[in-house]
């Protein structure tokens, strides 16, 4: 790992913009106890526009880390002998080394958030959607591997199925709103293997019956 005090990541297919690190280094002279500084991101879509993917409040990031990872680790910057005394990177993670390193952090050290683009995500988000069920046997490892790794029992069976259902909901979503198929199979499957409603996804009823008549208009008028 660098030997600076300061390390900033960077994946091959991302880019910064040129004032990302003069941004954070301002940041981290006001926040002198913080260790993650994350910034925004932006991202190329299909029609050449480009897209934002807004990264939450360190507030919120408690609740969120539970289910998933939610800034890009190529927007980061980490204080170097922090992250090496919770253990650094974990290599066995794979993946999701990153979130596992982040659910390692909260809670115990200062997370700061920009409210900026500063980095570049050169895949839109759109060719995730394109490999959905690959991209979900990921995220599910990922949970196995972090969120879930200490869990046992009926609890752990019952959490995943909860994050499986979520999962499956934001895949329906995700294939409904960029126009792809299987939105209505994914949905049908997101409340099979959670029905019950929850605070993260308390819509998913309302959205499976808005696709429910879609398909049933469509059929009718022989879209």
């Known amino acids: 790992m ?33 260790v993650v500084i994350y910034t925004d991101v932006q991202y190329l879509q ?4 480009i897209g934002i993917l807004k990264a939450p ?19 980061t910057v980490l204080r170097r002998d922090v992250v090496l005394a919770e253990g650094g ?20 050290h200062q997370f ?11 895949k839109s988000p759109i060719q995730v959607t394109q490999q959905a069920e690959k991209f979900l046997r990921i995220h ?12 046992r029992g009926p609890v752990r069976w019952l959490r995943r199925a ?9 895949g329906a979503i995700m294939l409904r709103e960029q126009g792809k198929d299987g939105a209505l199979r994914w949905m ?6 959670w029905p019950v409603p929850t605070a993260w996804y308390d819509r998913r009823y309302k959205v499976f019956a808005h696709m429910l008549w879609k398909r049933a208009a469509g059929l009718l008028t022989g879209g």
Not at 46 to 49: F, K, N, R, S, V
Not at 140 to 151: A, G, S
């Open 112 to 122: 700061v958030h920009i409210p900026k683009p500063l980095a570049i995500y050169r």
């Open 2 to 34: 660098a030997q600076c005090e300061w390390i900033a990541l960077l994946d091959s297919d991302d880019l910064w913009e040129p004032d990302k690190l003069a941004l954070q280094a301002e940041v981290i002279r006001h926040n002198p106890e913080a």
């Open 140 to 151: 599910m490892m990922c949970v196995d591997q972090t969120v879930l790794k200490n869990v």
């Open 89 to 108: 990177f974990s290599e066995d993670r794979g993946m999701c080394e990153d979130w596992d390193l982040w659910l390692r952090l909260i809670g115990r």
């Open 46 to 49: 299909e029609d050449g526009a």
């Open 188 to 193: 049908v499957r997101s409340l099979a293997w």
């Open 162 to 170: 909860r994050l499986y259902g979520c999962f499956l909901a934001d």
């Open 57 to 75: 409040d360190p507030s919120r990031l408690p609740k969120i880390l539970r289910r998933l990872s939610p800034f890009s680790p190529s927007s």
